[in-house]
């Protein structure tokens, strides 16, 4: 069982940046790929961006390819997104998930993944 725990949140200006952070613990941290979603209110949860297991591999939603970027240290069993030239559109619960990954498909569909984190805040003020 891995427990996921995401930080980093908060209010930004339209323009400012942010770096989210997921802790991971409970298991075998690089054998999971993974994901970020995003869930904005009254919509379902998006994909945002997927790194493999050893870090060599990204895929981005379309629309966020560039200003998100996504990096894990396996080390600290934690996975990051950095989040520049942040738009009000943006705003939504972030949240990061794990894919245990038998394959070496990076996935994007939020029922590919096996454990989830609770989520952080991240509002995007114009």
């Known amino acids: 069982q891995v427990q996921l725990v995401e930080s980093g949140g908060g209010l930004v200006q339209a323009g400012g940046s942010l770096r989210l952070s997921c802790a991971a613990s409970?298991?075998?941290?690089?054998?999971?790929?993974m994901g970020w979603f995003r869930q904005a209110p009254g919509k379902e949860r998006a994909f945002v961006a997927v790194i493999s297991k050893s870090g060599g591999s990204t895929y981005y939603a379309g629309s966020l390819k560039g200003r998100f970027t996504v990096s894990r240290d396996n080390a600290k069993n934690t996975v990051y997104l950095q989040m520049n030239s942040l738009k009000p559109e943006d705003t939504a619960v972030y949240y990061c998930?794990?894919?245990?990954?038998?394959?070496?498909?990076?996935?994007?569909?939020?029922?590919?993944?096996?454990?989830w984190g609770q989520g952080t805040q991240v509002t995007v003020s114009s």
């Open positions: 998930a794990a894919d245990r990954a038998y394959g070496s498909t990076l996935k994007g569909r939020v029922t590919d993944y096996d454990y």
């Open positions: 409970g298991g075998t941290f690089s054998s999971y790929a």
